[in-house]
């Protein structure tokens, strides 16, 4: 479906703790069919979801934030994050609740004008799954 775009830019401050502060840009923007664009900054505290696995892994330290992709909309978001450590180490999965700002986190987020995301159980992956839609 093919849409135009618009982006926002916004920067989230040390100890922010990151799903729940683009959780309220999306909900205070309304915006329905978002994807992070651009990212960079740091972490002091992460939380991810590894492949294949339930469970949510905790890691603390300084971390650089090397990418962060995904979707985001009013009913949920989609997140890969990956960090490099301070011996250049390098990590990522799915991301939890529980992702601290370190120093500064620089987001580029666009929202797709002519579509909506959605998110509905998938039999497939046992996850609720993208579904997207024209507005």
Not at 14 to 43: H, K, M, T, Y
Not at 64 to 89: R, W
């Amino acid at each position: 479906m093919p849409s135009t775009a618009r982006f926002y830019a916004l920067r989230l401050l040390p100890q922010q703790e990151v799903l729940s502060a683009l959780r309220d840009f999306i909900r205070l923007n309304g915006l329905r069919a978002a994807w992070i664009s651009g990212c960079v900054g740091s972490l002091s505290d992460v939380a991810f979801r590894f492949a294949g696995r339930e469970e949510t892994t905790l890691l603390s330290g300084k971390f650089e934030v090397v990418s962060l992709i995904g979707t985001l909309e009013k009913g949920g978001e989609h997140l890969h994050l990956s960090i490099a450590d301070e011996n250049g180490q390098m990590t990522g999965g799915h991301v939890m609740d529980g992702c601290l700002v370190r120093t500064t986190l620089e987001l580029v987020i666009g929202e797709l004008s002519e579509i909506s995301f959605s998110r509905q159980p998938c039999t497939h992956s046992g996850y609720d799954e993208l579904i997207v839609t024209p507005r």
